[in-house]
């Protein structure tokens, strides 16, 4: 036990160390400090963020650009820590020759069109490593002065070098101190391979911490035992280092209500006091649910997250709504990150019509399932939810399946059309790897790739990522994965044996038993995404509006057939817009027939051969979708009427500063000004105004 605070309370710290996220605080440690308060009136809890610290020695700009990397996979963060709890073990070079030289973070373009590296970030890189033996010792002494009576290190993905590190120079000043360990990072055996490993780690939780943390902290205190608690590993208590398949789990809250608001004071102070200039500006973390509904139904193949359980629950919309309140009232201005790995869609009953009501300038980002309806995505937007993450990892139905996402490819791409027309960000990816996929799909899925450039382009296109809980990391044999080991990047990482690295790994990589065909057949969509966000920054466009009952399409994409289609018949327009949202084709024969009673099938077809030969509609052979944005929920950027100025001046004759369009091509629509959605409701003439 450490010297009594001068409350005579005992004293406990918790930390977080790099490279845990700079512009967030740490929403487990902020909720673990309010439920250890609300439990035990005799504690003092100080939460310290060696995340601002060591972003304060390196620069929050080089601490971002290595959390933010290519990919986890290169375990960066650990690394620039690994010298310091394993010194000698790997090299600087042996590490960046092997790891980093494949990425494109670190790399620039070179003559020969491959990669070489970044010289000067990679000087800036060995910089921060050599700064971090220092760094730990100072950190260790600082949380000693502290005088707690335990410490608590959260260690999720790149944050458990530098918590080891930490935690045996705390335990060299503090023989004494107990120090346990919480978070992603020690769920099943990974836990208990940090006990069995590092003998500094006196115990680590497996599972959610706000019902089992402050029963072990009152048992600390008390002087108590605390290794037969579900979840925790516990170094010198009986079976506690017991077989993989025993290994228990720290019981999670069964009402979400019952948590406590988060205290995210001690972030906010440290932060501030940090200095950093104003481009750097920290984020809200807010929950209102966990697990995920779908996963409890259909797990996706490839997802690793919810390793202790994927039981969903979620906040009462009141609870919910308070909650926010309070934060955004004592943190006001700050975007809101909501860490719920899916939307609870019982809040469209009541919590988001709620939040539109109370218009309080929110910007909220939530994970979301693609199988949105428009409806919704409106009142998502009306509520301030402004940034989506929905689960898109395809486009290609089959793949999809094997997936298990419960979606098809064309309400993707009807989910990335309504967010860019309703002005919502869309974070998503495209992976491929999954087992039994086939070549032909990305053949297909790459044809119709080069038909969205308008639309938002993935963030990435890469192969799956084998992780830990993951079915198929868990089923590998069912799914024929063999020679299932830890990524390269490990090995420069722990100094320890094969078994011991693999226990303590997320990140695998496998052989493939059946693997369809060439490694490379996922190389057209790689390249055509790459084109995909090419033309999108270069302001690739495609919109419409309805002037006079006719309908005008202009086309701003490169695959564009021709930049103007004008549809000034009345059936022409009704099947365009039955293909709003994805339909059958007996759905869009259904939805014609009601406007135009008695119009036969072969012209509605004729219809749809026309616009799909155009590249305005898609098919996927089951069903249709119209790629065009409609004007008036959507504006286009400065960026796209400059480009379609250029296009006018293409299409028409300048007349006196004015773009005149011939008889052949369009003879009744004016756009004022150039400003594009006020072609809706306009008054026809027979000019186009620049």
Known sequence: MGQPSSTGKANVVLVSAPFGPLLLPSLGLSLLKSALVQAN???????????????????PQLYNRITDGDSTCNLLGEWVFADALFPGHATASDYVDNVLSFGETWTVPADDGGRVLNEDLISELVA?????????????????????????????????????????????????????????????????????????????????????????????????PFGDLPGVRQRKAPNALALAAQYSVAPGVKMMDDLPEP????????????????SVKPSL????????????????TFCGLNGATMRFRSKS?????????????????????????ILDYAYFQDMIPELARKAKGLDLFYEVK???????????????????????????????????????????????????????????????????????????????????????????????????????????????????????????????????????????NCDYLDRPGSSNYAAEVIEVGQSWTDSYEAGSDLFYGLVDGRTLIWDLRPEAVQPLTVLDRPLATAVFLAC?????????????????????????????????????????????LALPLRLGPYTPT???????????????????????????????????????????????????HA
């Open 41 to 59: 009136d005799d504690v003092n809890v100080d939460i310290l963020y060696l995340t601002i610290e060591f972003a304060k020695r390196i620069s």
């Open 285 to 300: 973390l807010f929950e209102t649910s966990r697990g995920c509904w779908w996963g409890q139904k259909h797990h996706c």
């Open 638 to 688: 400065a960026k796209t009427m400059r480009r379609f100025r250029e296009v006018l001046r293409d299409l028409a004759d300048e007349r006196d500063g004015r773009f005149v369009l011939g008889a052949d091509v369009v003879d009744r629509a004016t756009l004022p000004g150039g400003r594009l959605p006020a072609m809706t409701g306009v008054r026809a003439r027979e000019e186009i």
């Open 263 to 278: 205290n995210f004071d001690d972030y906010f102070v440290q932060f501030a006091a940090a200095g950093f200039d104003g």
């Open 370 to 508: 693609a199988n949105l309806r428009r409806p919704q995505l409106e009142a998502l937007h009306e509520a301030g939810i402004r940034t989506l993450q929905p689960g898109i990892e395809s486009l290609a139905d089959d793949v999809l399946t094997l997936m298990r996402k419960g979606v098809r490819g064309l309400q993707n791409v009807q989910l990335l059309k309504w967010c860019k027309e309703l002005g919502i960000t869309v974070f998503w990816n495209i992976l491929w790897g999954i087992p039994d996929e086939s070549p032909e799909d990305y053949t297909t899925m790459a044809e119709m790739m080069r038909k969205l450039s308008h639309l938002p382009p993935p963030t990435s296109v890469r192969p799956v990522l084998l992780n830990r809980f993951s079915p198929l990391f868990e089923q590998a044999t069912s799914f024929k994965l063999a020679n299932i080991r830890p990524v390269p990047a490990y090995r420069y990482i722990y100094a320890l044996d094969d078994r011991a690295v693999s226990n303590l790994a997320y990140f695998f």
């Open 317 to 341: 919309s009141s609870r919910a709504l308070r909650e926010l309140d309070t934060l955004t009232d004592r943190h006001p201005g700050l975007a809101v990150t909501v860490v719920d790995n």
């Open 128 to 224: 921060a490593r050599d700064l971090a033996a220092d760094f730990v010792r100072e950190s260790a002494a600082r949380i000693v002065s502290m005088a707690p009576d335990v410490v608590c290190f959260t260690t999720v993905f790149d944050q458990n070098i530098a918590a080891l590190a930490v935690a045996r120079a705390v335990r060299e000043l503090s023989p004494h101190t107990p120090i346990i360990f919480g978070g992603a990072n020690c769920e099943g055996v990974m836990g208990h391979q940090l006990v069995t490993e590092f003998p500094w780690v006196d115990a680590a939780v497996s599972g959610e911490g706000e019902v089992v943390f402050p029963q072990i902290i009152r048992r600390i205190i008390d002087g108590e």
């Open 580 to 624: 709003d949202s994805y339909r059958s084709l007996s759905s869009v024969h259904k939805a014609v027939a009601e406007e135009h009673p008695g119009v036969g099938e072969a012209a509605v077809e004729d219809v749809l051969a026309h616009l799909i030969d155009r590249r305005l509609v898609v098919t996927d052979g089951k069903a249709y």
